[in-house]
């Protein structure tokens, strides 16, 4: 018998929780309610078995059916979301720091963190001034492994190889959108871990020489700032 075409049994809890977590995502990643339809579509589930996941993720209130009969994310999602944030203190320690850049002439400045194996997430943004941008906003997700941001959450957190304190900010030009090019430097917890990346990213033909100087220097200085506001320690080359 083929277990993967069959529901799961009650005593495969590791199963159950990945497909639960798997249609908390899909609704996540939506800026409205869902359908039911739309849902199996983002899932591949059958109906029936979102419907029963659903009941145990309405229980908990991580999913709520609205009147309409569409599904949104519940209160304790929301209370698990500002948790994380309070617990990383991450928008009050980086967005004013993402707004600084801005202000200081930079292209729009964003704070990526790991989201899987696959893609980062943007968690934080701020669009610059000028009147073409690149067209990236909070909850989206962008691949792990292309672009400045991406590369270095992929260097820190996948491949485990911290860059010397002389190479921390990285340059993309065209890597995940043709168009598009990127400054990037990380930012660092109390464990010492990378915990995202704050980006400056815009129109390819903007960065010259001299911006990209510039806005590497910005945006060292952001993270480190970030870094020390999150309880972490900045690293410093010898010598």
Same mark, same amino acid.
């Given at each position: 018998?083929?277990? =993967?075409? @069959? /529901? ?15 249609? *908390? ?34 229980? =908990? ?34 967005? /004013? ?12 400045? =964003? ?6 194996? @696959? ?38 957190? *996948?491949?485990? @190889? ?40 815009? /129109? ?15 945006? =060292? @200085? ?18």
């Amino acid at each position: 018998m083929n277990r =993967s075409s @069959q /529901p799961e049994p009650s005593s495969d809890g590791v199963a159950a929780v990945e497909r639960a977590l798997s249609i *908390v995502d899909a609704i996540a990643q939506r800026t409205e309610a869902i359908s039911l339809a739309d849902l199996s579509r983002a899932t591949g589930f059958y109906k029936s078995t979102l419907l029963r996941l659903i009941a145990s993720l309405e229980k =908990s209130a991580l999913v709520v059916r609205r009147a309409d009969g569409r599904y949104a994310l519940g209160t304790y999602a929301h209370r698990l979301g500002r948790a994380y944030e309070a617990t990383y203190r991450l928008a009050e320690a980086v967005q /004013p720091l993402l707004r600084q850049l801005v202000d200081q002439g930079t292209e729009s400045a =964003s704070f990526h963190a790991y989201h899987d194996t @696959q893609s980062r997430v943007c968690l934080l943004r701020v669009d610059s001034h000028h009147s073409t941008l690149d067209r990236i906003r909070v909850g989206d997700l962008l691949p792990l492994d292309k672009g400045a941001a991406g590369r270095l959450l992929t260097t820190y957190l *996948v491949k485990h @190889q911290p860059l010397p304190p002389s190479e921390l900010t990285l340059i993309s030009m065209g890597e995940r959108d043709p168009n598009c090019a990127a400054v990037a430097c990380p930012v660092f917890g109390p464990d010492g871990e990378m915990c995202g990346a704050i980006s400056l990213s815009g /129109p390819k033909e903007r960065f010259t020489p001299a911006a990209i100087k510039k806005m590497s220097r910005l945006a =060292s @200085q952001a993270a480190a700032a970030a870094t020390q506001a999150l309880g972490g320690r900045w690293p410093v080359g010898k010598g």
